[in-house]
């Protein structure tokens, strides 16, 4: 038990196993109809998290009333950084254009701000135009925001001719997940919505990206795969299969242009912090696959993604391709 006062920073775990901190943070969560044991896969995260992952539920405001009352009515001040600090590193892609789709919000806007702040140009696309203005007020002229849907010809067009006559990396990090829904139970609306965005997208904009990097010789694609890409028991069949797809494509990739200085891997995240959520979830599904979930060792944040499709997409990456890489805290051991 560590003697440091409760802030916004400290985890999760750390408020709910602090004598006066879970009470407090179960009183708040029972107030909304909400369990402690519910928090038990982001146990690791900082309380802070919880504004972005509660869509509201729980206001800026009531984290900061949390921390008040449990340092009696002082805001103490802040602690020393305990957890994971991103390590930006200066320069890894200046002079590198690179494509990010998804880049509005999640690990998107997060592997978008990395390589800005690494020195990158980016070009941003995502469907979602005033988050995307909002990326493009906090990141600069660095990032060039484009609203498109990948699903669209004309709008891949458009992100290809906004990279200009150089695109040296693309992270395909776009996605969409299903209901939950088992096969007997999907609908052709769930299994064409899922894979036109994470299939057809995907491999139309990295068709029209390959021909730009096989006449410079050079470059990266990483794509966004998932657990439910190595497993059977994460998802519905529409994600589950569409993520599968996500790998088989990777490798084909790899395989056919790694000679030509092409790198293609793929991330595959668990449980991420994104506030990305199914809506109206079979209950047929999630019974099956509930018991599995509550497994995972612990949900990351974006930016832990970011790190790991930069590292990727930079030439730190220099010797892989045809890689997956389970980005998911250990959960593709068990």
Known sequence: MTNRPLTAASTIGEWLDHPEGGPALGG?????GADPSMLA???????????ELSQGKMPQAAVDELVLRVNGGVAPEAA???GWTEQIVAGRFIGRT?????????????????????????????????????ARAELGDSFVAVTADITRADDITRVVAAAGDRIDGLANVAGVVDDFSPIHETS????????????DGLFRLTRAVVPVMLAAGRGAIVNIASEAGLRGNAAGVAYTASKHAVIGITKNIAFMYGQEGIRTNAVAPGGVATGMAPVGQSEFGRARTGPF??????????????????????????????????????????
């Open 41 to 51: 896969p982001i146990r690791g995260l900082p309380l802070q998290q919880m504004v």
């Open 98 to 134: 690179v494509i990010v789709t998804g880049a509005a919000s999640g690990i998107g806007r997060a592997t978008a701000s990395r390589i800005v702040r690494e020195g990158g140009r980016v070009i941003g696309v995502d469907i979602t135009a005033d988050k995307l203005t909002e």
């Open 28 to 32: 708040l969560l029972a107030a909304g």
């Open 80 to 82: 020393e950084e305990t």
């Open 188 to 199: 052709d609306a769930i299994w064409e919505k899922v894979f036109a965005v994470n299939v």
């Open 293 to 334: 979930l509550q497994l995972i060792p612990g949900v990351a944040l974006a930016g832990h993604l970011a790190a790991s499709i930069t590292f990727l997409l930079s030439d730190d990456g220099v010797n892989l391709n045809g890689v997956v890489l389970p980005s998911d805290g250990g959960w593709s051991v068990q």
